[in-house]
């Protein structure tokens, strides 16, 4: 769905230890925050794609954001424009999910994409076997809201 001249990558969460201050006081910060923090750092920009745990962020994210927030004063999210897709195999779409991120990014300094809000319900139901998503009037949406992203980035560029 990436226009001309960009492209999207899937940067994994896996593997990323509970965020703990004391890595950074003692100078002894895990391997893959380092790896993680280098590869959010090389991106121009950020969709987080989330479901929804307990009405918010699973913690897997929430975990990820704080990693590369610190240390103080070296966050990697900086300035970076932001986008929220958030989705649900029930109807709500992970609204609450969707809305407490907004709020960490707001704090993190991140220009985040307001409109169209990226809401999607019955996510299993968007993909066929082999795992891509099928055609319909939400891949349609979807394509206006990268786009839309897009134009976003552009406009606020790092
Ligand atoms: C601990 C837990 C809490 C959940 N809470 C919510 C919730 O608040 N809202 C919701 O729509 N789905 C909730 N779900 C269902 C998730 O949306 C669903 O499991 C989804 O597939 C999670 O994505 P994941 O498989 O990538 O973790 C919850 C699932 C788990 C395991």
Do not use: C
Request: aromatic share 12%; net charge negative; glycine share 6%.
């Amino acid at each position: 769905m990436a226009p001309e001249g960009f492209e999207f990558k899937l940067i994994s969460l896996n593997n990323l230890p509970v965020y703990n201050q004391d890595f950074d006081d003692n100078h002894e910060v895990p391997e893959a925050y380092t790896v993680f923090s280098k590869e959010m750092s090389a991106v121009d920009g950020v969709i987080f794609i989330t479901p929804e745990y307990n009405r918010s962020v699973p913690g897997v994210l929430k975990n990820a954001i704080d990693v590369g927030s610190r240390p103080y004063g070296k966050s990697i999210w900086n300035a970076k424009p932001a986008a929220i897709f958030s989705n649900s195999p029930g109807n709500l779409s992970a609204f609450g999910a969707n809305h407490h991120l907004h709020q960490s990014l707001v704090f993190l300094n991140m220009p985040t994409m307001q409109q169209p809000e990226v809401y999607l319900p019955k996510v299993h139901e968007l993909f066929d076997e082999s795992g891509a998503l099928k055609d319909g009037s939400t891949k349609e949406f979807l394509q206006k809201a990268v786009d839309a992203y897009i134009t976003w980035l552009k406009k606020n560029a790092l």
